[in-house]
């Protein structure tokens, strides 16, 4: 891993729940605070139907994008994020995170998620590209995901 300066991590896989349990995990084993951006969003945004009927598309957009770069800022945090979300934003995160992509095995993937091989291959590549950290799984188990994550971390961050 290059040289710099790591305050998060941001865990993304292309089956949303499964980050989430190994953010989750991940978090608690380290004493981070545990963040899962749909929520936050929810949260910060509640009722996205009715600001884009009453302000616009375009408004809600900036508002997500305001609580994902304060998001960006925060410290000690692990942070899952959805593919689809976390690509919006990916620019966000690179300064001071560890990004992980779990790149699940392609069978568990299709079993889970309506992604098609095409968009399965195009995303696990954009997602290569993106993580400091790619932890490779022929099984989708969380404590083992958590603990080759920690093997990795080496204390870096």
């Known amino acids: 891993m290059e040289e710099q300066k790591y305050n998060k991590i941001v865990i993304v896989s292309l089956y949303e729940k499964f980050s989430t349990m190994v953010a989750k995990a991940l978090a608690d084993e380290l004493g981070l605070l545990f963040c899962r951006t749909r929520e936050l969003l929810a949260y910060e945004i509640m009722d996205r139907k009715l600001i884009e009927e009453r302000c616009s598309l375009d408004y809600l957009k900036k508002q997500e994008a305001r609580v994902l770069s304060n998001l960006a800022s925060y410290e000690n945090v692990c942070i899952s994020i959805a593919y689809e979300r976390f690509m919006e934003c990916a620019e966000l995160f690179k300064k001071e995170s560890i990004i992980v992509f779990v790149d699940l095995p392609k069978s568990y993937i299709k079993e889970k ?24 799984v022929r099984k989708a188990d969380k404590e083992l995901v958590k603990t080759k994550i920690l093997k990795q971390l080496g204390g870096i961050l």
């Open 113 to 136: 998620s309506k992604i098609s091989f095409i968009r399965f291959e195009e995303r696990t590549l954009r997602l290569k590209q993106f993580a400091n950290l790619v932890i490779g």
